[in-house]
């Protein structure tokens, strides 16, 4: 069974700080997804990474794959209270269509 | 934007008594999941359906469960014999021809089982 580990789990900052969230696992993937979750609501796609090193920019969201694509990241610079929310990452497996595997999620509170 | 729609957003039931979570997917999408989050919980797969069958399914995804399309617009899973372990928010999912798009998520039905 592939596993994804988020850190960390829960995450409380300040207005206009700048914070990283990491998704982790031993297991390579084909591609892996970020996902933003609001309370009451499904995950809404934010970025698909798929080459090992690959950068994407949303705004002031930095999405880091590893280059071994067994990690990613997501770095969000000057964080606003409407980045309030659960940040899902899910790994594509290698094998076809096999279904995408979550991560927890990283609860993240932006306090004004 | 196309969405996914699930009905109803909330289902109360006892314990022992069947349910069926509706969703409507994205017209022209062929394949579809259901995923279930318990709370504070990761999101977990139960079952993805493709041409009309069942093409993979979870553990979790026993003989209790099943899932249709009985109309080619709706997609339904029914628990027959609900149990309160199956207390979860229930999402479901829908991915357009080639497989590897976007995966699209309703906004799910809370279930709670008493």
């Known amino acids: 069974t592939q596993l994804l580990e988020q850190s960390p789990q829960f995450l409380s900052i300040q207005e206009g700080e700048n914070l990283t969230v990491y998704c982790n696992s031993s297991?390579?993937?084909?591609?892996l997804q970020w996902y933003r979750q609001e309370p009451g609501e499904g995950p809404v796609l934010l970025v698909t990474?798929?080459?090992?090193?690959e950068v994407k920019k949303l705004k002031r969201l930095t999405f880091q794959f590893g280059d071994a694509r067994k990690d990613s990241s997501l770095h969000i610079t000057a964080a606003q209270p409407g980045d309030t929310g659960l940040y899902l990452c899910?790994?594509?497996?290698?094998?076809?269509?096999?279904?995408?595997?979550f991560g927890k999620g990283t609860r993240l509170s932006v306090i004004a | 934007e196309p969405e996914v729609t699930q009905t109803p957003s909330h289902q109360v039931t006892q314990m022992g008594q069947e349910v069926i979570l509706r969703c409507v997917p994205i017209?022209?999408?062929?394949?579809f999941y259901w995923y279930r989050q318990i709370l504070g919980q990761k999101v977990e797969f139960l079952v993805s359906?493709?041409?009309?069958?069942?093409?993979?399914k979870s553990e979790i995804f026993d003989d209790q469960f099943s899932v249709e399309r009985p109309d080619g617009s709706n997609f339904t899973l029914k628990i027959r014999s609900t149990k309160l372990e199956d207390s979860a928010m229930y999402f479901c999912?829908?991915?357009?021809?080639?497989?590897?798009?976007?995966?699209?998520f309703g906004s799910g039905t809370q279930l709670s089982v008493l």
């Open positions: 899910a790994g594509a497996p290698l094998s076809g269509n096999t279904p995408l595997v």
């Open positions: 017209s022209n999408h062929l394949y």
């Open positions: 359906f493709y041409n009309n069958e069942i093409s993979e």
């Open positions: 297991s390579v993937f084909s591609s």
């Open positions: 990474v798929v080459t090992g090193g």
């Open positions: 999912a829908s991915m357009g021809l080639l497989g590897n798009e976007k995966l699209f």
